[in-house]
């Protein structure tokens, strides 16, 4: 006897960092720093990943920033450089992922993002990024107050827009990410490529065989 029936994916969710926009503190500090074991020093002991995390769950950048540079003021510049420079992070979008999210967009499929971001910084990246307007909807942890992989951030996706989580992809470079959402019944796909990505979506027939085409209907 056959299972139940696994529901059409209805709704695509991307993640923007890694997946659509090309961003990386070091695509900044390659320019401050000469030497790439000093960048790599600075991130790793002073902006690290742990100090930015609370950036992206809605704290002031200018206050952290002054803290942190009162506790190094020799690094005080390259300090505030994450705040004054910060768009220098990005170098652009990824081309290829954002042809997929057209692609899906003008086939009529729902599209959502779901980003850990910081609230100073979304503005002006969506001036910037023209496929912002190609979503459905957006949720940017740095205004809701909470990043993934908090679960809570995920069921405000969900309860936001009314999504189904059994009809709704999740696609995003962090496989901690993932397994909060398929923990709430999404489904995933981890972010490698954009063309593993165009293959993971061909085969839920989301996309035609052949990139570019159109879906027939």
């Known amino acids: 006897m056959s299972g139940p029936a696994v529901p059409a994916v209805e709704a695509v969710v991307f993640d923007i960092g890694g997946v659509l926009l090309d961003w990386d503190p070091r695509h900044l500090y390659r320019k401050v720093f000469d030497d790439e074991d000093a960048m790599e020093h600075f991130l790793g002991r002073i902006c690290t990943p742990e100090w930015h995390a609370p950036h992206d769950r809605g704290a002031s950048i200018a206050d952290s920033c002054a803290r942190l540079a009162a506790a190094h003021p020799e690094h005080a510049d390259e300090i505030w450089a994450w705040m ?15 042809e997929i999210l057209g692609e899906l967009h003008r086939d009529r499929t729902a599209c959502y993002a779901l980003s850990n971001m910081e609230a100073e910084t979304f503005p ?7 496929f912002f307007g190609l979503f459905d909807g957006i949720v940017i942890s740095g205004v809701e107050g909470v990043a993934k992989p908090d ?22 470079d962090n496989a901690d990410n993932l397994a909060s959402a398929s923990a709430l019944g999404m489904r995933s796909v981890l972010f490698e490529s954009a063309g593993a990505l165009r293959r993971a ?3 839920l027939d989301l996309l035609p065989d052949g990139p570019g085409e159109r879906r027939p209907g």
């Open 84 to 98: 004054t420079r910060s768009e220098e992070m990005v170098v652009g979008a990824i081309e290829e992922s954002v």
């Open 151 to 172: 679960p809570a951030i995920f069921e405000t996706l969900i309860r936001r827009f009314q999504l189904d989580p059994r009809s709704t992809l999740f696609v995003d």
């Open 201 to 203: 979506l061909q085969e």
């Open 124 to 130: 002006g990246r969506r001036e910037r990024f023209g």
